[in-house]
């Protein structure tokens, strides 16, 4: 049955004429499936495969707004249903259901071409803004956390809830511009959805190309972007991979001054980014 | 049974799922609810604004948790970590049971995130109630497992479907989660006698009861919990309180969801067959006696 459930849909939505291994669908049904005076074992059969795979592209969607901005419905859909039969859910949450997108886009470009690059920063975005929502928050550091050891041999954490992004186009300001969209349409219309969703939007603009560094992030437990020079996203980096602090300053590059250090690892700390390392 | 030990001798009355449309409204107007349902999975995260509502709701609130992933059904061993997830999850809300689906969704770690039924058999019924201690026992509360609608039936399948949640629960020696509206969207799908179903199953097990709307199309219903529970839910409700007792009662409604008040307004509903089934049980009683 579960083979039967998670292989694709038709263009109209329906079960498969056939199973993967070639037989008939209504025979691998009437299997073992009981018919009824109403429907055919076929049919009772597509209802489940109808409701697994509306609910699984339905949280795709809620996930990944600005992707589908900038795909377009059509292409959007297409992208989600390859996605979820290559990759179907391996986990008890719903929320995990997106953890294998941006590498599934890297490697299926031929469904995103030609914005593969931009849609492959736009899913990493997206699925960030998942981690940061209910990824894990260790205990902050405290300056006694630091007290007594050198800065040659002091590393420090990142919360596991912090993403560090570098991609080469603002997809925080894109990804802003798509969901007040879908907010001012919402508030405008009683329009319900119904089934996998078709709706007409109004394009959000693509974004021209620009590198930025972006920390997604949380506090007071809510989702929050935040621009960062490249040096300081270097220092970070650094950190997360587990180099010291004097390490981290250095990959920062020559040009940091230690005032800027200071700043910034002050701004970090008031926003709860550092922790200890486990 | 208001109060038994597959719901933790409690005696909570009508109670409402915890959506994120109302927790706004419930945090801010703090409107006075008998109990909520949580979707276990939804707080089963490691940090962040799910468990600061969770907390919220917590000092206000008494909570029970309803899993979706548990799968009592599939032939997959229990999870260790999911399970010691869950029930940090349990320490914390403190549910004085917790229920779960007598249902199938998962296979070799893939899971279709739905619940599927299962085939009407002893050994499915053995295996299931295994399962069921295991977790149990794992968890330290008691369990509930709800039986599900359904679309399909297995010509594998031996027993009716009460004949085999009763089998499961003897063997299991748990409670059950009886969702009336459950009952009566597969007994129109299946051609089953709703009543036979409340009359044939263990009602001294009965921990806890769901009402829910449904959607009627032209072949089959399916259970939407998207409108008001219709008619003929609220009679077999009633029906089934007379026969199990008054139970905790919960409306589902899961998609578009209306206003908190609204929901809560038709939750209470469930107060007018209450009533009748605690007048008709000292009737009932002084009947017995002569």
């Known amino acids: 049955m579960t083979h039967a459930l998670v292989q694709p849909l038709t263009a109209a939505n329906g079960l498969a004429a056939h199973s993967a291994d070639g037989r008939p669908m209504a025979d691998v049904a009437a299997s073992f499936i009981k018919a009824n005076d ?16 509306f609910r699984l592209i339905d949280c795709v969607y809620d996930d990944c707004p600005g992707l589908r901005g900038l795909l377009g419905e059509r292409r959007f859909d297409a992208l989600v249903r390859a996605y979820l039969a290559r990759h179907p859910s391996r986990s008890f949450t719903l929320r995990n259901l997106c953890d294998r997108l941006p590498e599934f886009i890297r490697a299926t470009p031929r469904l995103t071409a ?3 690059a931009l849609a492959h920063a736009v899913a990493r975005f ?10 894990e928050a260790r205990p902050v550091l405290t300056p006694g956390d630091l007290a007594g050891t050198p800065p040659t041999r002091l590393r420090v954490g990142l919360q596991p809830y912090l993403s560090l992004l570098e991609l080469n186009w603002p997809v925080d300001d894109y990804v802003i511009a798509v969901k007040q969209r879908d907010a001012l349409r919402s508030a405008a219309s009683n329009a319900v959805d119904h089934g996998p969703r078709a709706v007409v939007r109004k394009r959000v603009a693509v974004p021209r190309r620009r590198r930025v560094q ?16 490249r040096p300081a996203f270097l220092m970070l980096a650094a950190l997360r991979s587990g180099r010291t602090l004097v390490q981290a300053v250095a990959a920062a590059g020559p040009r940091v001054r230690p005032e800027d250090v200071r700043t910034w690892c002050a701004t970090w700390m008031e926003l709860g980014w550092l922790c200890r390392r486990e | 049974m208001p109060a038994n030990s597959f719901n933790g001798q409690t005696d909570y009355g009508i109670g ?16 006075v609810v008998d109990w909520f349902e949580i979707i276990s999975e939804n707080f089963m995260v490691d940090g962040g604004r799910p468990l600061e509502v969770l907390d919220q709701i917590l000092e206000q609130y008494r909570v029970v ?3 979706v992933s548990m799968y009592f059904g599939s032939a997959d061993r229990p999870d260790r970590a999911h399970l010691q997830k869950l029930k940090r999850l349990v320490r914390r809300t403190k549910t004085p049971w917790l229920s779960d689906h007598l249902c199938w969704g998962s296979v070799d770690g893939t899971f279709t995130h739905d619940l599927l039924p299962m085939p009407y058999t002893l050994a499915a019924a053995k295996r299931t109630a295994e399962k069921i201690r295991y977790v149990r026992d794992f968890l330290e509360v008691p369990i509930c497992v709800e039986n599900v609608s359904s679309y399909a039936e297995f010509h594998v399948s031996e027993m009716t479907e009460w004949e085999f949640l009763s089998e499961v629960v003897e063997r299991a020696d748990c409670g059950v989660l009886l969702d009336v509206n459950n009952i009566y969207v597969s007994a129109q799908n299946h051609g089953f006698d709703p009543y036979a179903y409340v009359n044939g199953i263990p009602s001294h097990r009965v ?15 399916l259970d939407t919990h998207d409108h008001p529970v219709l008619d003929p839910v609220w009679k077999l409700y009633a029906h089934a309180t007379q026969r199990c007792g008054v139970t905790a009662t919960l409306l589902e409604w899961d998609d578009k969801i209306p206003s908190f008040d609204e929901v809560h307004d038709e939750a209470l509903k469930a107060n007018q067959f209450i009533g009748d089934a605690r007048a008709a049980q000292p009737a009932k009683k002084s009947v017995s006696r002569k």
């Not at chain 2, 921990?207 to 219903?221: D, N």
Request: hydrophobic share 35%; aromatic share 14%.
């Open chain 1, 114 to 116: 030609p914005r593969t």
């Open chain 2, 65 to 67: 948790q309803h899993g």
């Open chain 1, 214 to 229: 972006v920390a997604v992030h949380r506090l007071n437990n809510r989702l929050y972007y935040k621009r960062l020079d």
């Open chain 1, 38 to 53: 109403r429907l055919t074992a076929f049919e009772r059969l597509e209802i489940y495969a109808r409701s697994y795979w």
């Open chain 1, 126 to 135: 997206e699925w960030a803004q998942t981690v940061a929502f209910d990824g």
């Open chain 2, 207 to 221: 921990g806890q009861m769901h009402v829910a709307g449904h959607t009627k199309f032209e072949k089959y219903i």
């Open chain 2, 16 to 31: 409402i799922g915890l959506r994120v449309p109302h927790y706004q409204h419930i945090l801010a107007k703090k409107p």
